[in-house]
């Protein structure tokens, strides 16, 4: 079963009691959440990814949280909170900021916990087996031509993290949505008519954040590494 093959509904009742266990490429992620409309995110963004129905024999690589205040907080400007393993490494963001204090944290999750691998922070695409590293510091736009290239026939491995396998000599694939922020994302809106974009969040740390859809071939390719050029 695929987390878009499950209803907004099934997936808030999974989240909210056992919660959600799922596949991004070689992570096996464990996420608890009661946050609303976080299951059409996940729906949306993280549809062609594979749920792990219980008993669960696989560990998971990570367990997550998202949950909203408590008290007063519920009802004036309502928070969300972030826990790795029980531990929180967030500031609390707006209840309707969930999704990038998701995707930010499991970012930094992949950079905690990650250090079998050769950590880059570069975007990773993919063609004939080859894989093309993208370097660059935060604003550079590595997210962005990584976006307009994934959505002209590249494959998707990662447009944060590249993660070399010293042992496979391969670049490890997790496809994940593409962060975007302010001008990157009428950039692709204009690149690709077709490119699926989500809600625009704004007011964040990084400005207004947007995110894309990786397409489906990428998803479903991710445990086919590439050897790096």
């Known amino acids: 079963v695929n987390v878009g093959q499950l209803s907004p509904a099934q997936l808030a009742h999974h989240l909210k009691s056992r919660g959600l266990r799922w596949v991004i490429g070689s992570f096996i992620i464990q996420l608890r959440a009661n946050v609303p409309q976080f299951p059409q995110f996940l729906s949306r963004f993280y549809g062609e990814n594979q749920v792990l129905p219980p008993p669960w024999d696989e560990i998971a690589d990570f367990h997550l949280t998202l949950h909203p205040s408590l008290g007063i907080r519920r009802f004036w400007r309502p928070k969300v909170h972030f826990r790795l393993d029980g531990n929180s490494f967030f500031n609390p963001f707006p209840l ?9 944290g499991l970012n930094m999750a992949i950079a905690a916990r990650c250090n079998h691998y050769l950590l880059l922070h ?8 080859v894989a093309l590293i993208l370097p660059g510091t935060p604003g550079s736009g590595k997210s962005t031509l990584c976006a307009a290239l994934s959505l002209r026939g590249f494959r998707l491995l990662s447009d944060e993290f590249g993660l070399f396998c010293p042992q496979q000599r391969v670049f490890i694939p997790h496809p994940r949505p593409i962060g975007l922020k302010n001008e990157s994302i009428d950039v692709i809106r204009a690149f690709d008519l077709q490119a699926c974009l989500g809600q625009e969040y704004p007011n964040t740390r990084k400005g207004t954040v947007s995110y894309l859809q990786p397409l489906a071939s990428s998803v479903h390719h991710a445990h086919l590494g590439a050897k790096p050029s």
């Open 122 to 129: 570069a975007a990773v695409v993919e063609r004939h087996g």
């Open 96 to 104: 309707d900021h969930a999704p990038p204090l998701f995707e930010w």
